[in-house]
């Protein structure tokens, strides 16, 4: 199931770069044609409408109905958790992009918060003062080598992305260590139920920042657009900000 996934994935990216839209001549419009970076905005607004649909109709209430009835406390142990099985993930990334220092921070932060805070429940090492946890993925440690994002992209079901990070996520797809030892071990279902709580989990840090955004953009695709990159842009260069907060300010 998950090569279905990881095809799928490759195969909307594919699909989506090689429908090239046509350049314009004019010099101004060209020039904002190649600032929104956006060469697809007709197809990428088709899916963005889609994706709406489908996540007004499915993830959205699960998202609503997950955060009325589990307790806040249950809410950030699950988060903790999460966080936690992503850190060897992490861990690889930081030492691909040689962060020699923040790599310590992601071991240490695993070793005590698997063991003193129960498998990641509690953030011992945050409570404590300690570094908290940060974000880093395939797309960025490709973006730290030079490698350019591409074109933006709405990919179906998956949201926001580019060339770079689709490429990124197919690798992690198939290559998560977590997920590689739990497969070894035919423990394969904990990866599906991690795969569905970080999507329940996503979506309910952005159900007030999304609805206030919608609600207060005139174009909400290009917002959606516009914080999705400066999101990855301040992730790149390791200023980490929270996946919430990455809608304050945002229109």
């Given at each position: 199931?998950?090569?279905?996934?990881?095809?799928?994935?490759m195969?909307?990216?594919?699909?989506?770069?090689?429908?090239?839209?046509?350049?314009?001549?004019?010099?101004?419009?060209?020039a904002?044609?190649?600032?929104?970076?956006?060469?697809?905005?007709?197809?990428?607004?088709a899916?963005?409408?889609?994706?709406?649909?489908?996540?007004?109709?499915?993830?959205?209430?699960i998202?609503?109905?997950?955060?009325?009835?589990?307790?806040?406390?249950?809410q950030?142990?699950v988060?903790?958790?999460?966080?936690?099985l992503?850190?060897?993930?992490?861990?690889?990334?930081?030492?691909?992009q040689?962060?020699?220092?923040?790599?310590?921070?992601?071991?240490?932060?695993f070793?005590?918060?698997?063991?003193?805070?129960?498998?990641?429940?509690?953030?011992?090492?945050?409570?404590?003062?300690?570094?908290?946890?940060?974000?880093?993925?395939?797309?960025?440690?490709?973006a730290?080598?030079?490698?350019?994002?591409?074109?933006?992209l709405?990919?179906?079901?998956?949201?926001?992305?580019?060339?770079r990070?689709?490429?990124?996520?197919?690798?992690?797809?198939?290559?998560?260590?977590?997920?590689?030892?739990?497969?070894?071990?035919?423990l394969e279902?904990?990866?599906?139920?991690?795969?569905?709580?970080?999507?329940?989990?996503?979506?309910?840090?952005?159900?007030?920042?999304?609805?206030?955004?919608?609600?207060?953009?005139?174009?909400?695709?290009?917002?959606?657009?516009?914080?999705?990159?400066?999101?990855?842009?301040?992730?790149?260069?390791?200023?980490d900000?929270?996946?919430?907060?990455?809608?304050?300010?945002?229109?």
């Amino acid at each position: 199931m998950k090569k279905v996934l990881t095809a799928f994935l490759m195969a909307s990216s594919l699909a989506m770069v090689t429908a090239c839209a046509d350049v314009p001549t004019d010099p101004e419009d060209r020039a904002e044609f190649e600032t929104l970076n956006d060469p697809l905005e007709p197809m990428n607004r088709a899916v963005f409408g889609f994706n709406m649909r489908a996540d007004k109709l499915v993830l959205k209430p699960i998202a609503e109905g997950y955060r009325t009835v589990t307790p806040e406390t249950a809410q950030k142990g699950v988060h903790n958790v999460l966080n936690n099985l992503r850190s060897p993930m992490v861990f690889v990334n930081d030492v691909l992009q040689g962060e020699a220092d923040r790599a310590a921070q992601t071991m240490v932060r695993f070793m005590i918060n698997s063991t003193m805070g129960l498998g990641g429940l509690i953030d011992v090492v945050a409570y404590n003062g300690g570094p908290r946890f940060h974000e880093e993925d395939v797309g960025q440690t490709l973006a730290v080598w030079g490698i350019s994002e591409g074109p933006y992209l709405m990919l179906p079901l998956f949201g926001p992305s580019n060339p770079r990070d689709a490429f990124g996520s197919v690798c992690e797809f198939v290559a998560d260590p977590t997920d590689l030892v739990l497969a070894n071990n035919d423990l394969e279902w904990v990866s599906w139920t991690r795969l569905g709580l970080e999507t329940i989990d996503n979506r309910v840090q952005l159900l007030d920042p999304l609805d206030e955004l919608e609600r207060s953009s005139l174009d909400f695709y290009a917002a959606v657009r516009s914080v999705y990159r400066q999101r990855r842009a301040n992730l790149i260069t390791n200023h980490d900000v929270s996946l919430s907060d990455s809608f304050k300010g945002a229109k």
